[in-house]
């Protein structure tokens, strides 16, 4: 009995600091999705992609407070990855929420991307790692949206992938 009850306490630690948005994240499943996002839509992929089949889009969400738009990915009905988006004004309290919750990133970095006759972009990254999944914040101060991309394994690099 006692065997039991660490591994269900082991659980919910983990699962409080797994990369999510209202409790759903890498490994969760469509009914997940729409329990958290009532109004969510799901539907298939109109491209083809060996990352997901499916994806899910909620764009009056809110997270942080501040006022987003998501959509998950899924394959065989689980979440791979997902993509948050919301104003650049609102970068700062979204940046203290995510550390609140996940903690320390694992990198923050700003690059400066010159580019020859025109002006100078400013590109800023935030990352955290835990174990196969990975969340990245990226803005840029001259853009609307900042995004936060989340995902399992391959996913990042597998989801538009021309084939």
């Not at 009995?1 to 209202?22: E, I, K, N, Q």
């Not at 889009?57 to 919301?86: E, K, P, W």
């Amino acid at each position: 009995m006692r065997a039991v009850v660490t591994a269900a306490l082991l659980l919910l630690a983990l699962r409080a600091h797994a990369f999510d948005v209202d409790g759903v994240g890498p490994g969760a499943s469509e009914a997940d999705i729409h329990g958290a996002f009532p109004s969510a839509y799901c539907k298939t992929l109109e491209w083809r992609s060996q990352a997901a089949e499916r994806r899910c889009d909620d764009g009056q969400i809110s997270f942080a407070g501040v006022q987003a738009r998501i959509t998950f990915f899924l394959r065989g009905d689980v979440v791979q990855g997902f993509n948050l988006r919301f104003a650049t004004s609102d970068q700062p309290r979204v940046t203290a929420a995510l550390k609140s919750r996940w903690g320390a990133p694992a990198a923050e970095t700003r690059d400066l991307i010159q580019r020859k006759g025109q002006s100078d972009r400013e590109v800023y990254k935030i990352t955290w790692n835990r174990a196969d999944d990975r969340a990245t914040l990226i803005w840029r101060p001259d853009h609307k949206r900042c995004w936060l991309m989340v995902s399992r394994g391959d996913f990042a690099e597998e989801i538009y992938r021309v084939r």
